[in-house]
């Protein structure tokens, strides 16, 4: 399902290093950072999300769900936009940057859940591994895998808060006209600001 691509903890180290000096180098000159090694190493279609945290508090969080960019290009457009274009927040600044973990979370190719009934989307949805999409008419909201731990969701929950985050009634996931896609991903993250890297997921694709 999506890529098979595995991701080493080095290059996991590469992507976070990378998102956190592109957001540096825009905020200084306001200009996108081109690096040919890491464009060349990187040179294949895969979701991937950017998120910033300060203080154990969201500060950003935008990318692409499905694999419309290659890896280098989305990683570098998804951490600028985290910082500046993420209408939640007011942009990041220069100032901020040593307050600030930088977290990548890269994604398998989302794949819609087939049921015959609503109640079995409740087994066919694992807390921890499964990010969700939920889509109806023109409306729809996505969770990385991340979130429901978190906040120690169940399936239900988790259900509920992505149609909520869709702008939908808590309980559309009932509705037939719903869409509900999975998919998974792995996490790198600074463990302190510009600090060491860790893998925060153990799931690798699945």
């Not at 600044?93 to 409740?122: A, H, M, Q």
Request: glycine content about 6%.
């Amino acid at each position: 399902m999506g890529e098979s691509k595995e991701f080493t903890d080095s290059e996991g180290e590469e992507l976070v290093k990378m998102a956190r000096k592109a957001v540096t180098e825009f905020l200084k000159n306001h200009s996108k950072i081109n690096d040919d090694v890491f464009n060349s190493k990187f040179d294949f279609s895969s979701g991937v999300f950017v998120t910033l945290n300060k203080q154990d508090s969201l500060r950003g969080c935008i990318g692409y769900p499905i694999p419309v960019k290659k890896l280098s290009e989305g990683l570098i457009d998804a951490a600028i936009s985290a910082a500046t274009q993420d209408t939640r927040f007011s942009p990041v600044t220069l100032d901020e940057l040593d307050e600030i973990v930088f977290e990548v979370t890269v994604l398998t190719t989302p794949v819609e859940i087939k049921v015959n009934k609503p109640s079995e989307y409740l087994s066919e949805i694992k807390i921890g591994r499964d990010g969700l999409i939920v889509e109806n008419a023109f409306a729809s909201g996505l969770l990385l895998p991340q979130v429901p731990t978190e906040y120690n969701w169940d399936v239900e929950e988790f259900l509920e808060f992505t149609c909520q985050k869709a702008g939908l009634k808590k309980d559309a996931w009932k509705d037939k006209d719903t869409k509900i896609s999975k998919f998974q991903g792995v996490i790198f993250k600074e463990v302190s600001p510009n600090g060491n890297i860790i893998r925060e997921s153990s799931n690798h694709f699945l």
